[in-house]
């Protein structure tokens, strides 16, 4: 039997779509929850929140992070299943990054060329190097349990986008205590700690997810 009759047979007779979708929503919400009790307890809210949450640009994280979260829990959720491909829902992931394009050619109009480089370098990239993938440990943990309750037919690429869920719900809250607000600050350095994370999750997915 060739491969991909093979997985068109595991498709038809896999549970039904919302068993898995509802095992994969309690991940999302336990892995969220381990991430948030590890932010309150370790990290906690930057001093000026109130403040914060005036201006445009500290909301503006929040809308890249979550709109990268819920696109790509979504596509954890069809790689999951046996004939999910990334080209079914894949392409939604590309939102938030096109959202985070848009803010930076902003920034660059409005902002003078020599506060480019300031904005871009900031003063929290190592924090956010090093809180943004402890943050993700337990969303990501929590998703690649949850995949190993469907079939994955790809499973380096399915722990991949799982691990750019779970950086992308970290970030989310890494974004409440980081006061570099700046587009061109997200664009830096957000990216390489989710690239990390996915590649972590690429990683652990070869080899936990593969059946």
């Not at 938030?96 to 929290?124: I, K, S, T, Y």
Request: aromatic share 10%; proline share 7%; hydrophobic share 55%.
């Amino acid at each position: 039997m060739k491969t991909d009759d093979l997985i068109d047979l595991l498709a038809k007779d896999s549970p039904p779509p919302w068993r898995f979708r509802s095992v994969l929503t309690w991940a999302v919400a336990g892995g969220a929850a381990v991430a948030a009790l590890l932010f309150f307890a370790g990290i906690g809210f930057r001093p000026d929140i109130a403040d914060a949450m005036k201006h445009e640009r500290f909301l503006f994280k929040f809308v890249v992070t979550i709109t990268l979260a819920v696109t790509a829990v979504w596509t954890t959720i069809s790689l999951g299943h046996p004939a999910g491909r990334l080209a079914q829902r894949g392409p939604a992931m590309a939102v938030a990054p096109g959202l985070l394009m848009v803010a930076v050619l902003v920034e660059m109009v409005v902002l003078p060329r020599d506060q480019w480089a300031a904005n871009f370098v900031g003063h929290n990239a190592r924090f956010c190097l090093t809180l943004i993938p402890l943050l993700s440990i337990g969303p990501l943990a929590c998703l690649l349990v949850a995949l190993r309750r469907g079939a994955p037919s790809h499973p380096g690429l399915a722990g991949a986008v799982a691990g750019t869920a779970a950086s992308a719900i970290a970030a989310t809250f890494y974004a409440a205590n980081c006061d570099d607000d700046s587009p061109l600050f997200v664009l830096a350095w957000y990216p390489i700690a989710i690239l990390l994370v996915a590649a972590a999750g690429y990683l652990i997915g070869r080899r936990l997810l593969r059946w």
